[in-house]
């Protein structure tokens, strides 16, 4: 069946430092959304890439589709402490298959 | 306000002992779905909902029912609980028209002993 792979599984940064986290799926997605859980929380939708290459960017946070529609990533700017939480994705075929998430610990 | 409610948010409940976690909400979105959240496997989809009595397996679906009568609601039925269905439970909306694009509840925690 289709798996979406993400990496890493946890990351600890220094405030102000950068951070990005790779979605790759074993088939072509329709699209792919990404989601933010702060620590016990639920989901909060981020965003949806649709087209082949698609770059978007929400402030500090840039997402990116790749070319074959097979892996994106996202990456923060400058992280900040509010930034704390696991990001997934979640890949659009049927089922919805999400990543497993990474694990972001940003330190004052 | 624009929201999914989860009932219960906790439950302890014994092997065997059929249980209903209740989803409901109020942005007349055509989609929902259900996926359960475990340490280090991350989000499954268990079962999801295009529209009223449209209803399809996700995931994992083995050890669960739904139902789709109305829009607004999607229980999600545990007919024989066993002690594997422990987890944090979350039901999931969304539109027609950008049905992934999902908003979530607040969860469910599900202790089966």
């Known amino acids: 069946g289709q798996q979406v792979m993400q990496i890493p599984q946890y990351q600890h940064v220094q405030e102000g430092e950068d951070f990005t986290t790779y979605c790759n799926s074993s088939t072509t997605l329709s699209n792919i959304q990404w989601y933010k859980q702060r620590p016990g929380g639920h989901p909060v939708f981020l965003i949806q890439l649709v087209k082949s290459g698609e770059v978007k960017k929400q402030k500090r946070l840039t997402f990116q589709f790749g070319e074959a529609k097979k892996n994106s990533s996202l990456h923060i700017t400058a992280t900040q402490t509010t930034d704390v939480g696991t990001y997934f994705c979640?890949?659009?075929?049927?089922?919805?298959?999400f990543g497993k998430g990474t694990r972001l610990s940003v330190i004052a | 306000e624009a929201q999914v409610t989860q009932n219960p948010r906790y439950l302890i409940t014994v092997t065997g002992k059929k249980l209903t976690v209740t989803c409901s909400q109020n942005m007349n979105h055509e989609y929902m779905s259900w996926y359960r959240q475990d340490p280090g496997l991350g989000l499954r989809q268990i079962y999801y909902s295009m529209n009223v009595e449209v209803t399809d397996k996700g995931d994992v679906p083995e050890g669960y029912k739904v139902s789709r009568k109305e829009k607004r609601n999607f229980p999600l039925i545990l007919e024989s609980p066993s002690p594997n269905q422990t987890s944090l439970y979350f039901c999931?909306?969304?539109?027609?028209?950008?049905?992934?694009?999902?908003?979530f509840g607040p969860g469910t925690r599900l202790t089966v002993t």
């Open positions: 999931a909306t969304g539109t027609r028209l950008s049905p992934y694009e999902q908003y």
């Open positions: 979640a890949g659009q075929n049927t089922p919805l298959v």
